[in-house]
């Protein structure tokens, strides 16, 4: 079956620090990758995603790269912000079954401090 | 466009008790998509529907929770009778098919003592 592997939090790192949050997957098929994100009281938000190998998902300066040949897709952003403090989700999608089921990983909480 | 909205977005219920929670997707998505988050592991698929049908429900936990979608519109789940193991964040999901892009709710927070 799919699953998704990702560093333990958590994560603590100081204002304009670089933080990498590893994540490796498992799948059957030629999945799509995607990191989500919660900020403290909210919901679940998609922050980036990349749908083939070797494509570059960006956004809000985070970065991942899918890496078919090491099954990764680790999350990079150079300098963080207090306002990135969030649980992140590393996730993949099975695009062979016909429907968009989600497979998680375990979260890593990052804490930024000022 | 409206998002996925869950309510309630908290519940505290004792154990044995029963709980329903709500999901209202995005209107006209086909697909919703229940999942669960317990005490800091990995968020875990539960079921999905298409229209009003239950087209994978291979992560239902136990026959304690039931699932329902009336008229292909908003889903139910309901947990009956709650233990304390079922306590974490239940998130709905919704999805329409020709898009594939998946939209999350803000989920419920739920807390069986």
């Known amino acids: 079956g799919n699953s998704v592997t990702q560093m333990e939090g958590p994560v603590t790192l100081s204002e304009e620090a670089f933080l990498t949050i590893n994540c490796t997957y498992t799948a059957t098929g030629y999945p799509s990758l995607f990191w989500y994100v919660q900020y403290p009281g909210e919901g679940l938000q998609l922050l980036l995603k990349?749908?083939?190998?070797?494509d570059k998902g960006s956004n809000k300066g985070f970065e991942a790269t899918y890496r078919k040949e090491t099954t990764s897709f680790h999350l990079e952003k150079g300098s963080v912000q207090v306002s990135d403090s969030a649980v992140y989700f590393c996730a993949l999608i099975d695009n062979s079954g016909g429907y968009q089921k989600v497979t998680f990983g375990t979260g890593t909480k990052l804490q930024v401090i000022p | 466009e409206a998002g996925v909205t869950q309510f309630p977005s908290h519940s505290v219920i004792e154990k044995g008790q029963t709980v329903t929670l709500r999901c209202d997707p995005i209107s006209g998505h086909d697909n919703l998509y229940w999942y669960r988050r317990v005490m800091g592991k990995e968020i875990k698929f539960l079921l999905h529907f298409v229209k009003e049908s239950k087209q994978d429900e291979s992560g239902m936990p136990n026959n304690r929770f039931l699932a329902e979608r009336t008229g292909g519109t908003y889903s139910t789940l309901k947990v009956q009778p709650a233990e304390l193991e079922d306590s974490g964040v239940y998130f709905c999901?919704?999805?329409?098919?020709?898009?594939?892009?998946?939209?999350f709710g803000s989920g419920t927070r739920l807390t069986v003592v």
């Open positions: 990349a749908t083939k190998a070797d």
């Open positions: 999901a919704s999805s329409f098919s020709r898009t594939g892009k998946v939209t």
